[in-house]
């Protein structure tokens, strides 16, 4: 059930906004597909769940990889208020799951940035394999 009211959270876009806490809070939830669907509305909420990108990032770090990609999805939806969230993004490289790196640098660019690397001349950033 929690998991369904924080996926039909993510349909309503940024007025669902005064929700954002309860989904910061359902971050920490013992049921994977409620933390990835947790993860998942903040990003649908956009600009106004800055608030959030603390969870989002520290959900970067979940031993779920779907929470993984869907907090890395929303932290770039949020866009440019996520900057505090690169490093850990950029740990994301590395990771065995590409959905998790197609993820996170997906994310990296919607924020605007890479920490540690400047941008290849052709406009974006290197493609990682």
Not at 9 to 30: E, I, N, Q, T, Y
Not at 37 to 44: F, H, K, S, V
Not at 72 to 98: F, H, M, N, W, Y
């Amino acid at each position: 059930m929690q998991a369904r009211a924080a996926f039909g959270l993510s349909r309503h876009g940024p007025a669902a906004s005064p929700a954002a806490p309860d989904l910061v809070a359902a971050l920490k939830r013992p049921d994977p597909p409620v933390r990835q669907n947790a993860a998942l509305a903040p990003g649908a909420i956009g600009p106004p769940a800055a608030d959030a990108v603390p969870a989002l990032t520290e959900a970067l770090g979940d031993p779920e990889w779907a929470v993984w990609r869907q907090a890395a999805r929303a932290l770039g939806d949020i866009g440019p208020a996520a900057k505090p969230a690169l490093p850990a993004l950029v740990k994301l490289d590395s990771d065995r799951s590409k959905p998790v790196r197609e993820a996170a640098n997906g994310a990296r660019t919607k924020i605007g940035g890479r920490v540690g690397e400047p941008p290849n001349l052709t406009g974006g950033w290197p493609e990682l394999n």
